[in-house]
Every structure is written in structure tokens, then in C-alpha cells.
């Protein structure tokens, strides 16, 4: 059964489901109804009743308590009906989650909280990083234990699966490689994606920063409270840790779960001579920046007064 076929069951189940209960709310006035004019009988039955009168009381209590069971078997049998709709509505629910998860890329982020809500805007920008290079995708957000779970899934071709995951791997390590851009709208879209999220990144320094200066300004007022000082040295130590995640360039791939697959896929594609991504979005590595990071990882400080194996920035116009 296609995913098309299988929502469209889902649909149609939830909407019997949804009359199902309004005939199980119309029944249960029916006998809320019932019940009141047969209390209502009863309680005007008494010792000055006439016989006729009596008979015509009797009928009633007879038409209403019949009213009342007959209401209670409908009750039981649309309790049944919606029992029996909402299971099938489970299977068809699972199976059409199967179904798109065989089409969807998954993978899950574990952020710090001081970045999670910048970083999950950065990847809801990836469905028009997408579009900019032809490809028809949505994507979905959700979170679940403190973890955030990011699926996409292609809408027009299911073999474009493999192109999003390439596009993937390349996107979540962006904000980590220098970059050269062009003048169109999807490079300058993308370049004000990737500032945002490293001034948030800046920004959330600071912030923990500020708390940390607070926190060492109280140690002059408690310095004879030794435990105190060791509690505030722990959280400092703590949150020096949490500054170091935060500050990396490489904050998306550093907080994905699971990234072997994507790291290898990004190693193995060579970004800096792609004429897809300069063709669609007009973006490219910039190699220069490239050597120099590669030779400060090595030696250390690089010297910015020298060029770097003959090369300088400027020289980055690419053919």
C-alpha cells in the first residue's frame, strides 16, 4: 500500500471515528434525557394518584426505562465501533510511519540548551537550502527527552534520498568552513543563516561569561566558606566545559548523534571544487583559509603578516 493510499486511510478513519463519538454524545443525551423524565414520573407518583392516572404513570416509567436500555445497547455498540476504528487507525498510523520512515533521512541532535533554539532554526532553514538546489523536501522538528529529532523527506523523487543526505552532511558543516559567496539571494540567504547562528553562539558566551564574572566577585565575600569556594570552582570548571561546545565552529556536527556516516560523507565529497553548490547557490570553500587552518592545527599560530605556501586571501577569486 503507497504512503498516498495509507494517508488517506488515516484520514478517513479518524473522520468515522470523529462521527462515531458524536453519535455516542447524541445517545448519551438521548438517555440522559430519558432518566430525568423517568425520575421525574416516579417522584409524582403518590398516595392521592388516581388509578387512571397511575396506569398513564406506569406506561411512562415503561417507555422511558425502555428508552433508557434501549440507548445503553447503542452506547455498547458504538463503544465497540470506535474501540474496533481506533485500532485499525493504530495500524494504518504504523504502517504509514514505516512507510515514510523507508523514504525519510532521521537524525537526532543533542544541543546545549543555551544554543538549542538558534541551532533548531538553522535547521529549519535546510528545506530552502533544498529548494536552492532543486530539490523538494519537507523537513520536521520535534523534541523528545531533551534530545531534538530532525527528519526530511523528499516530496517529488525518492531516489533524491541520497542527494539530501550529501546536502546534509555538507550543510551541518558549514558554519565550520571558510566560505567564499557570491551575490545571489541563495548565497546571501545562507550566509545571514550561518551569522546568525555563530552570533548566537557569541552571544551565549557572554551571557555565561557575565554569570561566571558574578560568580567570582561572591568569592570574595564567602572566601572562609571552603565549601562553597569548591562548589563555585566546580561550576566554573562546568560551565568552562559548556563555553568550549558552545564556541566550536563545528557546534551542528558536534551535537549530532550518531555522525560517522555523515562525517565520512563529507570527507569523501570535495566541497571546494563542487560546480553543483557554486552553480545553485553560489557558495565554495575558501582555500586559502583552509591551508591556514590545516598549518595552525600543525604548527600552532600561523603568521598573519605571511602568506601561506605562497597564497593570500585576496587571491581567492576562483575561475
Given amino acids: 500500500m503507497s504512503t498516498n493510499t495509507l494517508e ?49 404513570r406506569l406506561d411512562d416509567i415503561g417507555r422511558y426505562g425502555n428508552g433508557i436500555v434501549v440507548t445503553q445497547k447503542r452506547k455498547a455498540e458504538l463503544q465497540k465501533k470506535i474501540a474496533s476504528k481506533i485500532s485499525q487507525l493504530y495500524l494504518f498510523e504504523k504502517r504509514l510511519n514505516d512507510e515514510k520512515g523507508k523514504n525519510s533521512l532521521g537524525i537526532n541532535f543533542d544541543f546545549p540548551i543555551e544554543l538549542k533554539v538558534f541551532c533548531k532554526q538553522y535547521l529549519e532553514y535546510f528545506a530552502q537550502f533544498l529548494q536552492d538546489l532543486g530539490i523538494n523536501a519537507t523537513s520536521n522538528l520535534k523534541e523528545e ?23 546534509l552532511a555538507v550543510y551541518l558543516n558549514l558554519p565550520a568552513s571558510p566560505i567564499v559567496y557570491d551575490e545571489s539571494f541563495a548565497a546571501m540567504r545562507l550566509h545571514q543563516q550561518i551569522d546568525n547562528l555563530q552570533h548566537s553562539q557569541k552571544m551565549a558566551v557572554r551571557e555565561i561569561r557575565s554569570a561566571e564574572r558574578e560568580l567570582r566577585l561572591a568569592q570574595t565575600v ?75 592545527n600543525t604548527f600552532g599560530k600561523v603568521d598573519e603578516s605571511k602568506s601561506v605556501l605562497g597564497l593570500d586571501e585576496e587571491t581567492v577569486k576562483d575561475d
Fill in 8 to 56: 488517506e486511510m488515516v484520514q478517513k478513519t479518524k473522520k468515522e471515528i470523529e462521527n462515531l463519538n458524536h453519535q455516542l454524545a447524541s445517545e448519551s443525551n438521548n438517555e440522559a434525557i430519558n432518566s430525568q423524565k423517568l425520575v421525574k414520573v416516579v417522584r409524582g407518583i403518590g398516595s392521592s394518584t388516581t388509578e387512571f392516572s397511575l396506569r398513564n
Fill in 222 to 296: 564567602i572566601e572562609h566558606q571552603d565549601k562553597i569556594i569548591v562548589q563555585k570552582d566546580s561550576i566554573i570548571e562546568q560551565q568552562n566545559k559548556v563555553i568550549e561546545k558552545i564556541k566550536s565552529k563545528s557546534i551542528m556536527m558536534d551535537s549530532l548523534e550518531n555522525k560517522e556516516e555523515l562525517e565520512e560523507l563529507y570527507d569523501g565529497l570535495k566541497i571546494g571544487e563542487s560546480k553543483f553548490l557554486w552553480e545553485y547557490l553560489g557558495i565554495k570553500l575558501n582555500l586559502v583559509k583552509v591551508i591556514k587552518t590545516a598549518v595552525k
Fill in 145 to 167: 527527552a531533551g534530545k531534538v529529532l530532525f527528519s526530511v523527506t523528499p516530496t517529488d523523487d525518492v531516489e533524491a534520498l541520497d542527494k539530501i543526505r550529501e546536502a
